[in-house]
């Protein structure tokens, strides 16, 4: 029998960072893995880059049942913190956008990181461990696993969600979690790129590859960044972010005008150009493309602008600034970069993610049902929630 102070399950981004913070308290741990290779989520992350925090990082740019639970730890280990422990090894990094730190050279770097600080505090790391059993002992937790008996007082739970089933991600978490008797609320994917209805595909198909600025929204929340066409459906990042808050069957309002109006170029072009056509002017705005697709779509004859009236030229405009799409669907877990939902929060002590009736249970990262918008908020969960998990166990 192994004994272990603490033992964590998942050595992803949140179980490494907790590992080495535990072991920085002085504890014995022990991390265990079903998968060959540690880290695989922060390896491919960020296109390989990982975008490891946000600068700006708030509890407002998290989704949960409960948006207040994910304060306390947000504050106590901020996104300044884990940015100081990265420059503390040296490692470069830039703001690509929005506030958002991505490593100037490897997502490998992050990783390293992770292993030196295990490494310097004494934490291990034991991987193709499938666990098989999980048992509450007077003494705290009994695992019996493929690399034999484990016995721990705090048991870590840090395996994530269920998107990219192929890296490894399994609902181990979530079960674990209901055999304590503890809720788990329905998941989904998020950060997930849209399919479409056939027709709509067919419509839109000959636009693959297109990006175009714009603002999407729906259940009154909007993102102003980069749509993309693609085979499949939309893609890009306006449609990642508002991915996380579309419900099956709802519509998505696209504004593909959100920093000019149509409708004024159009006036004007009338004033200083009348016999320009009306695809020259949008063609100022948008590829060809997407130009020819939207009036073959609408039926607008290509006339010269001065031939169109205000009434027409506000219908153009509200197209481009009131766009709607219902899409069918989402890739799901194949592509997807989180899981919506997970361990219901009312069950966890937002101060040391503790299970509530539970002694010695923690749950960290995205098997909470805590998820972050795109941009290095995710990742600040996995080190926030697992920091403060490290001051507990
Ligand atoms: P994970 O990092 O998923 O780690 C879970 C670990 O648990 C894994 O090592 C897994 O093998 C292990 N495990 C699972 N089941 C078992 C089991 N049954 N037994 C033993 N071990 C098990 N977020 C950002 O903030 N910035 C980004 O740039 C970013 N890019 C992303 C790109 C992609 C393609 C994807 C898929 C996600 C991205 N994310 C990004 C999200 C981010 O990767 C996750 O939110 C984060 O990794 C969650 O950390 P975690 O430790 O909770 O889970």
Redesign the pocket.
Known sequence: MIQRDVII???????LFCAAEAGKRGRSVEV????KK?????L???GGR???TNMYAAPENFLSNNPHFCKSALSRYTQWDFISLVAEYGIAYHEKTLGQLFCDNSAADIVDMLLAECTKYSATITTQ???FQVEKSTQGYLLSTSKGEYQCQSLVV????L??PK????P??YKLAEQFGLKVLPTRAGLVPFTLHDEDKQALADLSGIAVDVSAGCQNTHFREAMLFTHRGLSGPAILQISSYWQPGEEVEIDLQPAFSIGDNLLQAKKENPDSHISTCLAKHYPKRLVQVFMERNQWPNVPVKQLNEKQISEIDQHFSGWTIKPNGTEGYRT???TLGGVDTNELSSKTMMAKNVEGLFF????VDVT?WL????????WSSAWAAAQAV
């Open positions: 399950i998942g050595a992803g981004a949140a179980g265990l893995d079903h998968a540690v880290g695989r989520k922060i491919m992350s960020g990982c975008n490891f461990c499938e666990i840090a395996t994530g969600g998107s990219l890296l490894g991600a399994t181990f978490g997807a970069e989180v960290i990262g995205e098997v972050g941009g290095g908020y995710n990742f600040q969960w996995a």
